[in-house]
Nanobody, 115 residues
Framework: QVQLVESGGGLVQPGGSVRLSCAAS????????MGWYRQAPGKQRELVAT???????VYADSVKGRFTTSRDNAKNTVYLQMNMLKSEDTAVYYC?????????WGQGTQVTVSS
C-alpha cells in the first residue's frame, strides 16, 4: 500500500506564496508520474500540474507562470511552489501518484487565499 502525505497548506494573502509537499512512502521511480490536483467547493477536481520520472512537467493554463512543480528523488517528495496566488486558487490540493494500472491519492491539504 502506498501512502502520499501532503503538507504545507494554509491561509495566505492574495499575491503571496506557499509551497506544498507530497511525501511518498516508496521510491518515486516506481511511478510513471506524480501530479497535483485541486478541488474547490462545488467544483470538480482539476489538474494543476504533473511531473514525470524524467522531470518533464505539464501545467494547467490557469497556473502557468505562477506555479512550479519539482521533485526530490532522494526524499521521495514532490513539491508545488505556488506564487502570485489568487482567490480563485483556493481549494483542497491533492497529490497523485500513477503507475500504468493504479492511481494513489493523498488526503489533501487546504489552501485558502484571502485577505
Amino acid at each position: 500500500q502506498v501512502q502520499l502525505v501532503e503538507s504545507g497548506g494554509g491561509l495566505v494573502q492574495p499575491g503571496g506564496s506557499v509551497r506544498l509537499s507530497c511525501a511518498a512512502s516508496r521510491n518515486m521511480f516506481s511511478f510513471n508520474a506524480m501530479g497535483w490536483y485541486r478541488q474547490a467547493p462545488g467544483k470538480q477536481r482539476e489538474l494543476v500540474a504533473t511531473i514525470t520520472q524524467g522531470g518533464s512537467t505539464v501545467y494547467a493554463d490557469s497556473v502557468k507562470g505562477r506555479f512550479t512543480t519539482s521533485r526530490d528523488n532522494a526524499k521521495n517528495t514532490v513539491y508545488l511552489q505556488m506564487n502570485m496566488l489568487k482567490s480563485e486558487d483556493t481549494a483542497v490540493y491533492y497529490c497523485k501518484a500513477s503507475t500504468r494500472s493504479i492511481e494513489y491519492w493523498g488526503q489533501g491539504t487546504q489552501v485558502t487565499v484571502s485577505s
